[in-house]
């Protein structure tokens, strides 16, 4: 995702909310601005963290969102923007693809009330987000599944520590199914599936692939 979240999010709501004490500088001394400065970085630091994977739209869409309805005067905390972030890019995919399914019917309600993450719009919100290089790198290394997953519950992509996480997750994947420290150029050798959950895992595997736009493994080729 490319992403601003200093001047989509921050700059926008620093126009309404309270920075820190610490990250104004009391005199024009330039010790004091340039400590300032250093303080105001530092402080931007975990909300750059949380809410970098989330695209421009939706960062603009959520500092909107808060200054419309927040009432306190100080700076909202970093969880707090990241559930306003989740909150508007639901309310922008969704207002685009609610009339995906015939009719809008909700026969399926009472599922996706228990299995929010589940939805077609969250599902849809995973493959949008995985439709970068991030995605086609997991499709490559066999980890897409376990990126799929984490996008939609999360309805973001991992930050470079989730993504190491992430990356783990889909190699035990690979372990359980009897597939442990399996490379993906050897795996294109085989000519022949062998096991249930062998079949199901690559099965899913590509309609992840396809519905994202990578290249989808092959056997034998």
């Known amino acids: 995702m490319n992403s601003d979240v200093i001047s989509s999010f921050i700059e926008p709501m620093r126009q309404v909310f309270e920075l820190p004490a610490r990250c104004k500088a009391t005199t024009k001394n330039p010790d004091d601005l340039k400590k300032a400065q250093e303080n105001l970085e530092k ?36 969880a707090e923007t990241n559930a306003a972030c989740k909150q508007a890019f639901d309310d922008i995919h969704y207002n685009r693809q609610r009339g ?9 309600q009472a599922f996706y009330d228990k299995y929010p993450d589940w939805t077609d719009v969250r599902r849809a919100q995973a493959y949008a987000l995985m439709r970068c290089e991030m995605g086609m790198e997991a499709a490559e290394d066999l980890w897409v599944c376990a990126l ?23 190699a035990k994947t690979l372990d ?3 597939l442990a420290g399996a490379d993906a150029s050897k795996l294109k050798g085989i000519t022949q599936l062998s096991g249930q959950f062998i079949k199901d895992f690559f099965r899913r595997h590509n309609a992840i692939c396809k519905k994202i736009g990578a290249d989808e493994f092959v056997f034998g080729a």
């Open 100 to 108: 995906e399914r015939p009719n809008n019917r909700n026969e399926d």
């Open 148 to 170: 799929f997953d984490f996008c939609r519950v999360n309805r973001r992509l991992p930050d470079s520590y989730e993504k190491e996480n992430v990356i783990k997750i889909g």
């Open 176 to 178: 359980v199914i009897g």
């Open 43 to 78: 402080w931007c630091e975990p909300y750059i963290r949380v809410l970098h994977t989330f695209d421009d739209e939706t960062l603009k869409q959520a500092a909107e969102n808060i200054i419309a309805e927040r009432t306190k005067k100080d700076f909202p905390l970093p």
